[in-house]
Structure formats: C-alpha cells, structure tokens
C-alpha cells in the first residue's frame, strides 16, 4: 500500500483537526461479525453457533447482512463448550466457511478457551487464517457460567472462575512471529492504555507491518470502562498508520458501534460479545447484529465495506485463502 492509501484509511481518529479533513470522506466500514466465544454456548443464547456445520451457517448469514471479515472460536466436537486444539479442527471450520462465503476475511481467535494452553492457542494458525487475534495485555476475569443443562450436548453445573491468562512480552512476540512467519494479519486487541506500550514494542520488533490492524476492546472486565473518554484516550495513544477496529461488550455493543462509525472507525458485532438484540431481548442470530451495524453505517453515510475493499484498507491478498 503506498503513502497515499494509508492516509486515505489511516489518521489520527482523536485529533480535531484530523477528523475534519477526514469527515467527509471517511472510508468504507469494515464490519466484523465475532459470531461466537470461547466460553459461552446455546446455554446463554440457542442462536450462539457451536458446531463447525452451525458455525459455517451463522457466518454465512452474516455474510450476506454485510460482514467482510468473520472472528471464530473453534469449539471441541467431544466438550462443545470447550475451545479447539489441533488445527485440523479448524482446519474443519475454515473449510465450510470458505465453502459458504468465497471471499470473506477468515480471522481465527488465539484467545482460547477456559483451560488453554499457549500452545493450544497458536494451533489455529496452521488452519491457513487471513487474519488471527493477538491479545497485547493479560486477561483477568471473574464469573459465574450458566448451568448447561440436558437436552444440550456436554453438559455441566453451574461453574465459577475466577482466572488469569498471563500473556507477557515474550509470548505476545512469540505469536506475533509465528503470525508473520506464515503470513497471517495480527488483529492486536487491547483492553486499556497498557496495550499501547506493547504495540510499539511489536513495531520496534518489525513483527507487525502497517497499516497495522487495531481492536479496543470496551467494557470486558479489567479493560477500560466503554465511555467516549476512555476511547479517545486509547486512539491518542495508537501508533501512525493505524486502522481502528472497536467492540463494546454486552449492553456496550450499539453505543460503541455507533460512536466507531461516527469517527471513522471500523466495528465488531456478534454474539460472542453480546447475546441480546434489545434489552431483555435475545438476538436471534449473528446476522441480525450485523444487519443493525450495518444499517447504521448507511444511516451515518458512510458506505458498508465489502470483502474486496477491506482486503484493500488492510494490504491483505485479493485472492481469499483455501482449505
């Protein structure tokens, strides 16, 4: 990409002046549809997909609401809600997605599951994704999950966790190499201002290229609280030639997707954030998510990104990846 592209799709989203040159001509948005998690299942939403078959079906609806990347959770065939381990299980999922939707983006997560290890994470990397999440600070969190109760497969009480996944320098760096070693886009997600201070130290290691690919994550338990503020703070703080992608988590989803649009951002939806379409009310699918972001996004007049022009704004190859 030269010069030029990436200040088309690249500024400083927090600064005044920045954003009035930009305002009237804002790039196309780029939807990410998140459609399920590495914890929760159809105990908390009937709509959240767990199979490979379920999961190719909900991305597909996705994709024709208007998503042109999709970020997946493997799940494990024998504990459904258990995450993935070996890459020919995602290799499973890739391959129907691929098979549903030509052209959409593929980004696998490395964020796992409850029992995890880093190694189990970096499996979904040898599933040939377009994209992978890479976690840039320590994840903390504290919760009770739901009882899955029969007729659903696998089931389990009531459990409680109260855990931490100690993501440090060196292992970040590891899966940022890896990523670059196989060509693979890190989607670096950061959770508060710590994120910053590890996204330079990628960029002095030359393992992330620009533009480089951002998700703040507002609203998750020990990421910064999901005000307009908190934002703004966090953008300040992205290196140059940065694409800002934003999810809110739970009840945080619409009003962080609508500020995202609003400032030229790019967005996440999707039920492995948010289970609910209105208060009180469960989404019925991921594709009815991604219809409202994208709705939206014409509303505040600016057009839905499609496949071919997100592969563009990221420098990601045209032609899709095959299973």
Not at 31 to 41: D, E
Request: hydrophobic share 35%; proline share 7%; net charge negative.
């Amino acid at each position: 990409m030269n010069l030029n592209e990436l200040k088309e799709y690249c500024w400083k989203y927090a600064d005044t002046y920045d954003y009035l040159e930009h305002v009237m001509k804002m790039p196309p948005c780029i939807i990410v549809c998140a459609v399920n998690g590495g914890v929760q299942g159809k105990e908390y939403n009937p709509a959240i997909p767990e199979t490979a078959d379920e999961v190719a079906e909900s991305v597909y609806g996705a994709y024709k609401a208007g998503a042109s990347m999709v970020h997946i959770h493997a799940r494990n065939p024998e504990k459904l809600w258990g995450a993935a381990t070996k890459a020919k299980l995602w290799l499973e999922v890739n391959s129907k997605v691929r098979e549903k939707c030509p052209d959409i983006i593929i980004n696998n997560t490395t964020g796992g599951g409850l029992d995890s290890t880093m190694e189990d994470r970096l499996s979904c990397l040898d599933a040939n994704p377009e994209v992978a999440s890479l976690n840039l600070v320590p994840d903390m969190s504290k919760y009770k999950m739901k009882a899955r109760d029969p007729p659903l497969l696998h089931p389990h009480p009531e459990l409680s966790f109260d855990e931490t996944t100690p993501f440090s320098y060196e292992n970040i760096s590891h899966f940022a190499r890896e990523m670059k070693n196989r060509g693979i886009k890190p989607e670096m997600e950061t959770y508060h201002p710590g994120g910053a201070w590890v996204i330079n130290d990628l960029v002095q290691q030359e393992l992330v290229e620009k533009p480089y690919w951002v998700q703040t994550v507002m609203g998750y338990q020990t990421s910064s609280y999901p005000t307009v503020e908190n934002v703004i703070h966090l953008l300040k703080e992205l290196p140059e030639d940065s694409i800002w992608l934003c999810s809110g988590i739970g009840p945080h989803q619409l009003p962080m997707t609508t500020f995202a649009i609003i400032l030229g951002g790019h967005v996440r939806v999707g039920l492995e954030d948010n289970i609910y379409y209105n208060r009180g009310e469960l989404a019925k699918s991921n594709a009815q998510l991604v219809e409202r972001a994208a709705r939206l996004t014409k509303e505040l007049n600016r057009e839905v990104a499609t496949p071919t022009q997100a592969r563009k704004m990221l420098g990601l190859s045209q032609k899709p990846s095959q299973y």
